[in-house]
């Protein structure tokens, strides 16, 4: 067999061997070898290293004096620019290109990408179309294929996922040869929620092109939409194993590699693995996400979210530093950190920028209807104590949010405090978080509701699983004080007795326990006992 | 116990208030759905081809490097090995060294003990490769077999060889020829188109040495045979002989086979 001719190579979209062939074909020009280099890296999702090449071949250029095209390095360097999102930079590098339809596009991508960065906050609505957007708009639309092309995927930028399908449809019909525009459209299916078409538009192009990884990662993804991980999980397996795998035991060489992003799929490999974390949950996102961040986009969200759920809010809150949200994700990301932090630590100031946040979002005209809408505008009405006002929105999407802990936690206390004491039991019962449920504000409400919905025994239940679980913790008397408290004010004499002489065997193995060292609160000890033996002898009283 | 008793005592109860508990509200953010990667529609903005040439990335096909692409090192093998092929065709000396200079080095795996696929991958490729390189080889005819070639020859061919001169080293002519007289005297001559299957003129010259390494295997192994030592057919004197002529002739054609 001969060694594969550079022309096979690249109509392989076998890069890697197209790059040897240059490696080895002594005698090209110093300019053109580096052109040819600068290529294939960009194909190959590296451009940083693209950027340095073009950079590199400007110069030979430059030295040969071979005044032409040297001007057009610009532009290829701002592509690559782009495609690392420094979208300023390659605003201003592409500027100084000569006028062509290339720069045409890069100049509307990058306003765009800076569009969208300065005014996208979702209170704004639709972010508007700058006039100089709108003329290349025009100048492209008449133009070719690729510019037609080029003024679809802007639409999808500004997330105009209609406008871009028609303009791929409608291309699609003149030219059925273009099968990637089955890809494009898939992408605006997804976007749209449509995951069935978008699967149908993906199985269509993966019939003419088999070999693709993003056509597999898509389709991965539309699986799990459609919930259905597993199989997600599944497709990602079926693509070759050294893309998947995480890095060689997360250290030493794979994970170098990862964090350059070598390989001749470096771009492919960051998705796939980014995507395997999601699909499972996040597991292993620890180690996987963070070199991904900058690489991926959506690495450094996913992150964020893990951090939260993992409970280190402070580190998410790191992450995000610097990062001025855009979507609606972003900034509802940013709220949960932030609130997660400020109540954690105590800080009011970062429980403001939370309420902020979630109040951006959900009174945004395109998310004031939506799940996740609502959900933040309650958020925010429970961060700024109003837990009445959070209720009716907590309603509303009790439904569809079901068996979500998060909204079983908030519905149960916004209709605790809203005196609805059997339907805020219920919804608390249904919380299955292990640490949530042994939180002790969680168990002080629920004690409260079963107790006033007239349930007392079931309330000493969750005492005494408190006391399993705690022994004989500050936590665990201040639950008794409540749940005998409650119980007197509700009637149940003879519960709350049972609860006030519980209390005070607390205290007394409390006592035992500090022994001397806690001599300084011994008279706050001794009020508490003397507390405790009161509402005993009140409730045993009374109880007669 | 007397009424007053129990008065004061349920006073006790009456009197009674329990503190009241302020349970704070706090909040379970919800948290998003983690979000899958999809990458998004082509730009067009990437650089065109060098040469100008269309690359329809991004139109027929999707703008992403294939799922298998190979590895480099075993391209740069690959074009080694036909460099070495084409340079072999033009002049005798330089066929090999050619391109040497210029060519990457191999390629090697990092951390063999960590990445033992790796390892195995690369073993396969360069084993493919020579497999490759040998099975070219193998078009050209299988080596007669040297026990045939040891049988005696019929006894009217014996007797015509007896009364024939074998060819003289003395004649004017070049080590080729002469090879070839020698050989077409013991039947050994190779066939008229071994040249012509490998394409290259340097292929006349693989064949020839192919029957000339037929001949002296044949002659080590006569000179080996306990019989023929026996019977003394190899002299010191005329053994020295051989060797030296076998030498010589080996060194001459030896060179232009690299």
Redesign the interface.
């Known amino acids: 067999?001969?060694?594969?001719a550079l022309e096979e190579?690249?109509q392989?979209?076998?890069?890697?061997?197209a790059?040897?062939?240059f490696?080895?074909t002594?005698?090209l020009a110093k300019e053109?070898s580096d052109?040819?280099h600068?290529?294939l890296l960009?194909?190959?999702?590296r451009a940083e290293e693209a950027l340095e090449a073009?950079g590199a071949a400007a110069e030979a250029a430059a030295a040969a004096i071979s005044a032409g095209g040297g001007k057009s390095y610009d532009?290829?360097r701002a592509?690559c620019l782009?495609q690392l999102r420094r979208y300023r930079q390659a605003q201003e590098l592409a500027q100084q290109g000569p006028d062509c339809p290339?720069k045409t596009?890069?100049l509307l991508?990058c306003a765009a990408k800076l569009d969208e960065a300065a005014s996208a906050a979702p209170t704004s609505g639709a972010a508007p179309t700058s006039s100089c957007s709108g003329d290349w708009e025009a100048q492209l639309g008449a133009g070719g294929?690729?510019?037609q092309?080029?003024v679809?995927?802007?639409l999808?930028?500004r997330a105009d996922f209609a406008g871009?399908a028609a303009l791929?449809e409608g291309l699609l019909a003149r030219f059925p040869?273009?099968?990637?525009l089955r890809?494009?459209l898939a992408?605006?299916a997804?976007m749209q929620d449509d995951y069935e078409g978008s699967a149908a538009h993906i199985e269509a192009?993966q019939a003419v092109?088999p070999?693709?990884?993003?056509?597999a990662?898509?389709r991965?993804?539309c699986d799990?939409?459609a919930g259905d991980a597993a199989t997600?999980l599944h497709t990602l397996g079926g693509?070759?194993p050294?893309l998947v795998a995480p890095p060689?035991?997360e250290a030493?060489?794979g994970q170098l590699a990862a964090e350059q992003g070598c390989g001749?799929?470096a771009?492919?490999a960051a998705?796939i693995r980014?995507?395997a974390?999601?699909?499972g949950?996040?597991q292993g996102g620890l180690q996987v996400l963070p070199p991904l961040v900058g690489v991926?986009?959506?690495?450094r969200?996913?992150l964020v979210?893990?951090y939260?759920?993992r409970g280190d809010p402070a580190r998410a809150l790191g992450l995000l530093r610097g990062m001025e949200p855009g979507t609606a994700?972003e900034f509802?990301?940013q709220?949960?950190a932030c609130?997660?932090h400020g109540?954690a630590a105590g800080s009011g100031e970062h429980i403001q920028r939370a309420r902020e946040s979630f109040l951006a979002v959900g009174s945004s005209p395109t998310e004031l209807d939506t799940v996740?809408g609502r959900?933040?505008m309650a958020?925010a009405l429970?961060?700024g104590?109003q837990?009445q006002e959070a209720l009716p929105y907590l309603e509303s999407v009790a439904e569809v949010?079901e068996g979500?802990?998060?909204?079983s936690?908030?519905l149960g206390?916004?209709r605790?405090?809203a005196g609805q004491w059997e339907a805020a039991a219920q919804a608390l019962q249904a919380v299955q978080r292990r640490d949530?449920l042994e939180d002790s504000?969680y168990q002080?409400?629920l004690v409260?509701c079963l107790v006033r919905c007239g349930q007392p025994e079931a309330a000493w239940q969750v005492y005494l699983q408190a006391q399993a679980h705690a022994g004989a913790a500050p936590a665990v008397a201040a639950l008794l004080?409540?749940l005998?408290?409650?119980l007197?004010?509700a009637g149940a004499?003879l519960w709350a007795a049972r609860a006030f002489h519980a209390l005070e065997h607390v205290q007394r193995q409390q006592a035992l326990l500090h022994g001397g060292a806690l001599a300084a609160s011994a008279p706050a000890a001794a009020a508490a006992a003397a507390?405790a033996w009161?509402?005993k002898?009140?409730?045993s009283?009374?109880a007669? | 116990m007397d009424p007053q008793q129990l008065q004061e005592?349920?006073a006790?109860?009456d009197?009674?208030r329990?503190?009241?508990?302020q349970?704070?509200?706090?909040?379970?953010?919800?948290?998003?759905d983690?979000?899958?990667?999809?990458?998004?529609?082509?730009?067009?903005?990437?650089?065109?081809?060098?040469d100008g040439e269309p690359?329809f990335?991004?139109?027929?096909?999707?703008?992403?490097?294939?799922?298998?692409?190979?590895?480099?090192?075993a391209?740069?093998l690959?074009?080694?090995?036909?460099?070495r092929l084409q340079g072999g065709g033009g002049s005798s000396s330089s066929g090999g060294a050619g391109?040497e200079?210029?060519?990457?080095p191999l390629g090697w795996v990092?951390?063999p003990a960590?990445?033992p696929?790796g390892l195995d991958d690369w073993i396969q490729q360069v084993e493919g490769l020579h497999q490759?390189a040998a099975s070219a080889a193998t078009l050209a005819p299988a080596p007669p077999d040297l026990e045939r070639l040891m049988q005696a020859w019929s006894p009217e061919v014996q007797a015509q060889l007896q009364g024939s001169a074998l060819p003289d080293p003395r004649q004017d002519v070049d080590v080729h020829t002469f090879a070839r007289m020698v050989l077409a005297v013991l039947d050994l001559a190779p066939p008229a188109n071994a040249g012509a299957a490998g394409g290259s003129a340097g292929s006349a010259a693989a064949g020839l040495a192919e029957a000339l390494h037929s001949l002296f295997a044949l002659y080590l192994e006569f000179r080996n045979n306990p019989a023929f030592q026996q019977l003394g057919v190899f002299g010191p004197a005329a053994a020295t002989l051989a060797d030296a002529a076998a030498e010589h002739d080996s060194a001459a054609v030896q060179p232009s086979l690299v």
Not at chain 1, 177 to 180: I, M, P, T
Not at chain 2, 34 to 50: D, E, K, L, T
């Open positions: 067999m001969a060694a594969p190579a690249l392989r979209r076998d890069f890697a061997a790059q040897a062939v490696a080895s002594p005698g053109a052109q040819w600068a290529w960009f194909h190959a999702g073009y532009l290829h592509a782009f290339l596009r890069l991508h294929v690729e510019d092309l080029s679809a995927a802007a999808y930028a871009a791929y040869d273009l099968h990637a890809a494009y992408l605006c997804y192009y092109q070999d693709s990884l993003l056509a990662n898509l991965a993804c799990f939409r997600a693509l070759p050294e060689a035991a030493g060489v001749p799929q771009a492919g998705l980014h995507n974390v999601v699909f949950d996040g991926v986009e959506e690495a969200l996913n979210l893990l939260c759920k994700l509802i990301c709220a949960v609130a997660l109540q996740p959900q933040c958020s429970l961060l104590s837990p949010c979500d802990d998060a909204l936690w908030n206390l916004a605790g405090a949530w504000l002080s409400w409260r004080g409540l005998g408290s409650e007197f004010q004499f507390a009161e509402g002898r009140a409730a009283m009374a007669f | 005592l349920f006790f109860a009197s009674y329990p503190p009241e508990y349970l704070p509200v706090r909040l379970q953010p919800f948290l998003p983690y979000v899958p990667a999809i990458g998004a529609p082509n730009a067009f903005i990437a650089p065109p081809r060098p690359d990335l991004g139109l027929t096909v999707l703008d992403e490097p294939a799922l298998r692409q190979s590895d480099p090192a391209v740069a690959q074009l080694r090995h036909q460099l391109g200079g210029g060519l990457p990092a951390d960590r990445q696929q490759e």
